[in-house]
């Protein structure tokens, strides 16, 4: 074969003619067209290195040699697909697909490191001995797609004795399951939790729009804990306060509602912290009063306060236990513009029921006690319990031991220190001084009861003298 000489389809090119024989064609020569060009083994082995050359060696491998510095390009329709080069391999292509019946590899062993670029910037390096994928984004967000997103996804992070974070920025997850995470940051949108989450956030901020719900249906219960204890427990119908220590509910400082308890309508409790306002009631309790049968020992309280038993730890004289059901502090009127005269105060106002229409109510009291007979009636009187039931030791009385403990009784007249009495002149006793028949327990008042029997029963003393006095006038005049 020389050079310019046709090789029709029957020949054989052994390596060796094609190196020889091929070298020396001109950029106007050619070869004709041919179906198979076919490499026989060249025991002699293949040309250098620094030729140009198609061959097959005597292992039956095929090589094609391009010159140090130069590629082997592969071209469809003149335009380069594929471009060989020492170090490099470039597919110049908008698509690369694998379609290998089992699946693609790229690199051989562990020690590989593949690395996508795109404006020569490193966007991906997958580094195999190390086990990890780094994702290089200088703008923009990271996109991780799945071929069905709507579908159920998992997510599995390697395990680190440090922090698995991200970089500062959005990172949007939707209908997806995290499983064991822990979150930082701003999370947007409904999110669904199976299991438990910690929220360790100071402070948790709620910026729903909207209510924020915890719980979807009436079935859930909600608890709250700290220090491993549940404070909070939230159920269908129940709201159960567990304090370790001083309970504090906190609400905005100076406004008519600081904290307000509703049935979703009517406010049955509110607490007004406008300290410097006229006409604040710092609590106030507005129940919505039901409609209830006419069934006997029915019975309803805005307010109760239940039994309960005060159990001491000590054998030692415990000087007072005031208000154990209800303890009303001293309330000081003050001023601060001037003399202000203030026509009527009180510790505790108490009013009477009222009838309404078609009602009547016969024993109408503004208090009422658990001892029988000891009530305050709608008409200001008090009265007290004097019943047989409640006294021992019933005797009558010895009229001229009662005339003789009247006249040790020294009466006074007098004036009370605190102004609100009028500083009127008053009739009465000392109870310092009285004798015991009219003596309180602690000797430090009087019982208004205890006093108008002593007086009761003078009087009937000296009724009786009265009237063994006239009998004895009467026999007299009989006898003149």
Known sequence: MGT??????????????????LETLSDSDEISTFTTLRFLTDSGGLPAGTVNYIGRDNTGDVT???????????AVAG????RFAATIVTLVLPTVNFTA???????????????????????????????????????????????????????????????????????????????????????????????ALTLTATPL???????????????YAVAIKTQGTTRWTFALGSYNLTAGAAADIVGQAATASMIRITDGTTALASFDSR?????????????TAPTIAGVGGTTFSAVSHVAFTFTTSTTTTITALNGLGLNLGVPTIAQSGGAVTVTTASTLMVGAPAAGASVTITNRYIINTNIAGCFCTAAG???????????????????DQVLLDIQRVEAVTFRK??????????????????????????????????????????????????????????????SR
């Open 79 to 82: 335009t380069d697909v594929a």
């Open 417 to 478: 220190i605190d102004s609100s009495d009028g500083g009127f002149l008053r009739y009465g006793v000392v109870a310092d001084d009285v004798p015991d028949f009219l003596a309180m327990p602690g000797r430090q008042g009087i019982g208004s009861i205890y006093l108008a029997g002593a007086a009761f029963a003078g009087v009937q003393a000296l009724l009786s003298k009265v009237q063994g006095l006239e009998r004895e006038l009467a026999e007299l005049k009989a």
């Open 275 to 287: 300290a410097t306002t006229d006409n604040v009631i710092m609590l106030t309790l507005t129940p």
């Open 101 to 195: 019946a089992a699946g693609a590899v790229i690199g051989t062993t562990d020690n590989n490191i593949i690395t996508f670029k795109t404006n020569a910037i490193n966007k991906l390096v997958i580094n195999t001995a190390l086990g990890s994928l780094q994702v290089n984004q200088t703008t923009g967000n990271y996109t991780l797609t799945f071929s069905d997103p709507a579908g159920a996804v998992t997510i599995t992070f390697p395990v680190v004795t440090g922090t698995l974070a991200t970089l500062a920025g959005t990172e949007s997850l939707t209908n997806k399951t995290i499983t064991s995470a822990a979150m930082s940051g701003t999370m947007t949108g409904a999110h669904t939790y199976s299991g």
């Open 205 to 219: 901020n709620f910026t729903a729009a909207a209510t924020f719900v915890l719980g979807t249906t009436d079935a």
């Open 381 to 399: 009187v008090w009265t007290d319990t004097s019943l047989r039931a409640s006294k021992q030791d019933i005797r009558p009385v010895d009229f």
């Open 4 to 21: 310019g000489t046709a090789v029709s389809t029957g020949d054989l090119i052994t390596a060796a003619k094609m190196n020889l024989k």
């Open 64 to 74: 094609v040699n391009a010159l140090s510095t130069k590629t082997f390009n592969v």
